[in-house]
């Protein structure tokens, strides 16, 4: 018996030690089978308030991983996880794709606050990102692992005061919103700087009122600024909110011009807002109807034809954001990430969708920006505004 328990027990010892070399060999072959992949990590909101915006840079990511699905003789693999339009989601999405899925670069994100969230992350791990459409100053401030390729929220307030001032022939003006969110806290701070300026008026802003994200009765706040007459409304924000604004202040009365900024430019804020937004004017980053670039042609050519729409603004940035990345990944000739981030950070006169791309000292992108208003039913371009040099 003594015997026999002895054999089972070799028996057993024998069996563990191939079972661990053949899963040490499946872990081997796994790994040699991953070495020919490049992984892009994107987070995105792909639920909750912003879920729309997200998705519209997800259609520029992966129309560009598409059109250049390789860099240095490898595969591109588009690691996609979804921040949920939340904070601490953000976060939480930002380690997983520098812990566990050891990517080289991360895209994103629609939001300011969902990329400020990642902040420390990123830099922490030192893998770089690449702001597809988060304006607010503060993302890329004292980060020197975040970029953008979008302009920043300072020249965008400027040039909606500017555009209330000179085209509106606004002298006063009032503010509501969206106190939760960091984008639109900083915008209108910068329009508001930016209009006292101008009208050399230190009491041009009439009326500001307060709202948060999700709100869907802003009748108290319309009533305050009903009685205020001002000659404009800045209201940036997310778009649903946003259009149950303007649709609710028409049904009050107010007949005051509503300005905004980049978030307005998806579907949704027509179809909530419907005839209340026609009229609604906000600053974004690109126009179909003028290509500034042999990119940009290219962009618009597969996005039609992949689509069967017209992009929107922030698809032409999930789209450069993707291809710049390929382009530091290509330059600094290996996937080590810090060495990417020193590619990121010179570039200079970069050709993408949206425009040529040059990277400031704080990595932010130096462009141009674009005025459009809806109009039956449709976003239509007004002007392209140039940053002073």
């Known amino acids: ?63 560009a991983n598409e059109l250049y699905p390789e860099v240095l003789g490898k595969k591109v693999e588009l690691v996609l996880v979804d921040n949920k ?16 899925e050891k990517v080289t670069v991360i895209l994103g994100s629609w939001g300011s606050s969902l990329s400020m969230a990642a902040g420390d992350i990123v830099r922490k791990a030192q893998i770089p990102a690449i702001g597809t459409s988060c304006t ?7 980060n020197d692992y975040y970029f953008r390729v979008c ?7 400027t040039v909606m005061a500017n555009y209330a001032y000179s085209k509106l022939g606004a002298k006063k003006a009032a503010i509501v919103q969206e106190v939760s969110n960091d984008y639109a806290v900083g915008l209108a701070k910068f329009f508001t700087d930016s209009f006292k300026e101008l009208t050399g008026d230190p009491n041009c802003i009439v009326a500001v009122s307060n709202y948060n994200t999700g709100d869907q009765d802003f009748s108290a706040q319309l009533t305050n600024i009903k009685s ?41 804020f027509v179809t909530i807002g419907k005839e209340a937004v026609e009229g609604a004017t906000f600053s974004t980053f690109f126009t179909s109807e003028k290509p500034i670039t042999k990119e940009s042609e290219k962009f618009l050519e597969a ?25 530091a990944i290509k330059r600094a000739g290996t ?28 990595g932010d992108a130096v462009k141009n ?16 505004i140039e940053p002073k040099k």
């Not at 607010?136 to 004292?142: A, C, D, E, R, S």
């Not at 302009?151 to 307030?157: A, E, L, R, T």
């Open 1 to 63: 018996m003594k015997k026999i328990a002895t054999l089972l027990a070799i028996i057993l010892t024998i069996s563990t030690l191939f079972a661990g070399c053949s899963k040490k060999e499946q872990q081997t072959s796994s790994s040699n089978s991953n070495s020919d992949v490049i992984k892009i990590g994107v987070f995105e909101p792909m639920t909750g308030a912003n879920a729309a915006g997200g998705a519209l840079e997800i259609e520029g990511i992966k129309l």
């Open 85 to 100: 339009s939340d904070k601490v989601e953000a976060a939480n999405a930002a380690a997983r794709l520098t812990q566990k």
């Open 136 to 142: 607010n100053p503060l993302v890329t401030k004292g």
């Open 151 to 157: 302009f920043i929220d300072p020249f965008q307030g």
């Open 228 to 268: 205020a007459n001002p000659d404009v409304i800045f209201a940036p924000g997310n778009f649903t909110e946003s259009a149950l604004l303007i649709k609710q202040a028409r049904q009050l009365g107010i007949k005051a011009p509503f300005i905004g900024g980049d978030t307005w430019e998806t579907p949704e």
């Open 303 to 327: 996005f039609r034809k992949k689509y069967n729409h017209e992009p929107a603004a922030v698809a032409a940035l999930g789209y450069d954001a993707y291809i710049l990345a390929l382009d």
């Open 335 to 362: 996937t080590d990430s810090v060495k990417v981030r020193d590619e990121i950070a010179k570039t200079k006169d970069f050709e993408g969708a949206a425009g040529k791309i040059s990277l400031d000292e704080n």
């Open 369 to 384: 920006a674009v005025i459009k208003t809806v109009k039956e039913g449709k976003f239509t371009y007004l002007d392209t």
